[in-house]
């Protein structure tokens, strides 16, 4: 009789542990997903504002290229000023300064352009 009582107690713990290890996982991958989440954002990265027509590309940095020229060929006249569009793209990239390298490739924001297409027809 003691051994079948002890055999069930050491079944009991098997199962005890082996629901903690489940536990344990559950809680790591939600603890994951939520850190994801957080670093990610939503479902699209967003910059420094948010504007409903804006996309994001990414561009291979070219021998001279600056954040000030790469600023004034993809901003229209429907985003704002060159300095904070650059801000911008050092915090979407994690960049510590302006400081840019041929061969580097980076993601930028672009805002499509509000304005209707005129077609003049001759």
Excluded: C
Aim: aromatic share 10%.
């Amino acid at each position: 009789m003691k051994s079948i009582a002890k055999h069930r107690q050491y079944r009991i713990y098997q199962n005890y542990e082996f629901l903690k290890t489940v536990a344990g996982i559950i809680l790591a991958a939600v603890l994951l997903l939520y850190l994801v989440q957080v670093s990610f954002g939503s479902n699209s990265i967003q910059g420094d504002i948010y504007v409903e027509d804006k996309a994001y590309i990414v561009i291979q940095i070219e021998k001279d290229d600056s954040l000030w020229s790469i600023a004034s060929a993809y901003m229209n006249r429907d985003y704002y000023d060159h300095e904070s569009y650059i801000k911008e793209v050092i915090n979407m990239n994690h960049l510590k300064d302006t400081t840019i390298q041929a061969g580097e490739q980076i993601l930028i924001p672009i805002i499509k352009s509000q304005e209707p297409t005129v077609t003049l027809l001759e």
